[in-house]
Each structure stands twice: as structure tokens, then as C-alpha cells.
């Protein structure tokens, strides 16, 4: 004798897999979109942060170079590649600063204006007046001549924005994080 299956049970259960994956399918797909978010957040993080660690690096090795700032701003402008957008960068400071980081003298440049120097451009203005002179940088082991060798800092104030709708909707949407990045590091000492 041959058992035959119960084809109503067959119809019921097909329904309801149909109203457990109506259930589940909001939850995964916010699941995903959060995935998503959270990744090129970090990435921009990450990619901030590095661009402050080349910036001092540069920094560092350009000592009293005449006009070293442009040169920082532009490597900044260089590192700064997608998914980070550039003109969410609303200031980056030089400064002179001790072994303990505390800011002694500051040149701010926002993200506004332009500067041209040898026939390029970058997009930045000095804000305020100058507190952190190139010539004012010491990287000369002699302590004779202007005091010894200094550290410099370099912090890189970012605006994110979200890529996808899920802060808005989670009510994270109206105040995206901002991404503060501080490196500093000694000159490179010349003799």
C-alpha cells in the first residue's frame, strides 16, 4: 500500500515559507545596507588617517623648505582618493608641537579659495594669519642656531556623509561623525 501525501499541507507550508521570508527579508537586507555603511565608513576613517601619517611624514622631511605648506596641502589632496571625496575636507592644520603634542603655533587652511604655486592650484586658503612660519621650523641639530630640533603636526578635519539611506531611516542621519586625525612626528634633523 502506497502512502500518498497531504497535498493541503503541501499548500500551507509553501504559504508559509512565503510569509517567513516576507519577515525575514527586511531584516537581511538591513543587515546588508549596515554592512555596507559601516564599511566605507571605516575606509574613509582609515583613509584620513593615513593621509595624516603621510602628511607629518612629509612634513617632517620638508623642514624650512620655502612655501612646504602647498606641498603638504597638495600631498593631501593626492592621498585623498575614492570613496573619499575631497571636498568634504574642512581644514587641515601645521603646527609646531612638543614630545607630548601640544600645539604651540598653527597655520589653519580650510578647503575654500586657492593657492597657486608654479603654475599649480590647489583649493586652499590660509585662515587667520600665519602662526607656524616655514622659516620659523627648526630641523638643525645645532641647538645654537635656532634651538635644536622641533616636531610638527599635522590634523586633517574631515566631514563624512553617509553612502546609503539606513542612518536616516535608523535616525542617524542628522549628524554624520567627523573625523578628526592628529600625526605628529620630529623633523628630520639636518646638520
Known amino acids: ?27 537581511f537586507m538591513t543587515l546588508v545596507v549596515a554592512i555596507a555603511e559601516f564599511s566605507f565608513l571605516l575606509v574613509v576613517k582609515i583613509g584620513v588617517t593615513n593621509t595624516a601619517q603621510d602628511a607629518v611624514q612629509y612634513a617632517s622631511e620638508l623642514g624650512q623648505t620655502t612655501n612646504a605648506d602647498f606641498y603638504i596641502l597638495q600631498l593631501v589632496e ?15 592644520v601645521i603646527f609646531k608641537t612638543n614630545l607630548l603634542g601640544t600645539n604651540l603655533g598653527s597655520d589653519t587652511y580650510t578647503r575654500t579659495g586657492s593657492w597657486t604655486l ?33 616636531w610638527i603636526g599635522v590634523t586633517i578635519t574631515y566631514n563624512y556623509s553617509w553612502i546609503t539611506p539606513l542612518p536616516n531611516l535608523v535616525g542617524l542621519g542628522t549628524s ?13 634633523p639636518i646638520q
Open 78 to 92: 593626492k592621498d585623498m582618493a575614492v570613496p573619499i571625496n575631497r571636498q568634504r575636507i574642512q581644514s587641515v
Open 118 to 150: 608654479n603654475s599649480v592650484t590647489i583649493p586652499y586658503s590660509l585662515s587667520g594669519t600665519k602662526g607656524y612660519a616655514e622659516t620659523s621650523r627648526c630641523n638643525i641639530v645645532d641647538t645654537s642656531i635656532c634651538g635644536g630640533v622641533q
Open 1 to 27: 500500500m502506497r502512502l500518498v501525501g497531504h497535498p493541503r499541507r503541501r499548500r500551507r507550508s509553501g504559504g508559509q515559507a512565503l510569509v517567513e521570508f516576507t519577515l525575514i527579508i527586511p531584516i
Open 176 to 188: 554624520p561623525p567627523v573625523f578628526v586625525q592628529t600625526s605628529t612626528s620630529r623633523l628630520e
